[in-house]
């Protein structure tokens, strides 16, 4: 099954029924409450946290259509259908989301931080879909695959990244502008606070890169960052039900005031210059530029 290693390690867990989930807690007795921390109504063994849920209906619907949850109480089974009945796709599918809710779950679990099924299963499925266009791949394939590419004519490059520090509520955000002769014309390192999900961190990070690039009289520009949602949702003519509707909005209009602005995901291998500067970005007061001399782990890349 071509899915990511940790997926599969994740399946096979949840197969066997090895996933910490407070009914096998309770089973190790350990004193917690047993009941399901989303919907406060029925105990949370593997079957109910990963597909039974109330809360998870829909994002099962849209997903899976097909997928009977009324009708197993097992994982395992529920795998098992796909398997007899030769749907590949689908129990890729299946354990890949099973995977992102099992994440959202321990974010609320273990940080107390909410993560929407939404946004739970496009982090899942943007996994999974990068990870199939590498797995058809030979090596040379896969290296040049990770390069970063230069601009098209005419464009500069603008490649951002964003990196949450669950602990402190903080996020470091990174943005760096090059042309095709890959000389770096801006580099900047933003410290945010407040931020919680990964999809905020990357639209500030965006808005701000390109609000310093409209100060440049740039006339074309081509936003690259590795959050494959972000990038979607940017490329749609209508505007995102998400909660960050107001930023989506505020980055189309900042763009407008550019010739031509494209936004491209990128794969965070190729990604590495914007994400060198996490650390540093967390590390700033607020947001530290730089024009003309860029720092010296930068300009080695
Ligand atoms: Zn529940």
């Known amino acids: 099954m071509p899915v990511p290693n940790k997926i599969k390690i994740f399946d096979w867990r949840a197969c066997k029924d090895g996933l910490p989930t407070k009914t096998n807690l309770l089973s190790k ?11 406060n109504e029925k105990e949370e063994g593997a079957c109910h946290a990963l597909v ?33 009945a030769k749907l590949w796709d689908n129990l890729s599918i299946f354990f890949t989301v099973a995977w992102g809710i099992w994440y959202k779950r321990n974010k609320f679990f273990h940080d107390q931080i909410v993560v929407s099924p939404h946004n739970a299963t496009e982090h899942a499925l943007s996994l999974l879909k990068n990870y199939k266009v590498v797995y058809k791949k030979n090596r040379r394939q896969v290296q040049d ?7 098209q004519e005419d464009f500069l490059k603008l490649n951002v990244d964003g990196s949450l520090c ?19 014309l801006l580099a ?24 310093l ?15 494959l949602m972000v990038i979607e949702a940017l490329n749609q003519e209508s505007m995102s039900n998400s909660l960050y509707g107001e930023i989506y909005h505020e980055i189309k209009q900042l763009s407008s005031l550019f010739g031509e602005c494209l936004f491209t995901h990128v794969y965070r291998e190729a990604n590495m210059t914007a994400h060198l500067l996490a650390q540093c970005g967390r590390q ?3 947001i530290t530029t730089w024009w003309d001399c860029i720092p010296d782990f930068l300009s080695q890349i």
């Open 166 to 184: 669950v602990e402190a509520r903080k996020a470091g955000a990174r943005a760096i502008l090059r042309d095709r002769t890959r000389r770096t």
């Open 284 to 286: 700033v007061e607020s």
């Open 188 to 211: 900047a390192s933003i410290l945010e606070s407040d931020v919680e999900e990964v999809e905020h961190i990357e639209l500030l990070v965006i808005f701000r890169g390109l609000q």
């Open 52 to 84: 039974g849920c109330k809360f998870l209906g829909e994002t099962w619907l849209k997903v899976l259509p097909r997928l009977d949850i009324g009708a197993s109480s097992n994982v395992f089974y529920m795998a098992l259908k796909f398997c007899m």
């Open 29 to 39: 007795h350990v004193p917690i409450d047993g009941t399901c921390s989303f919907c």
């Open 213 to 227: 690039c409209a100060g440049m009289r740039i006339h074309h520009i081509q936003v690259e960052s590795d959050c």
């Open 145 to 151: 695959f990770y390069q970063w590419k230069v601009p």
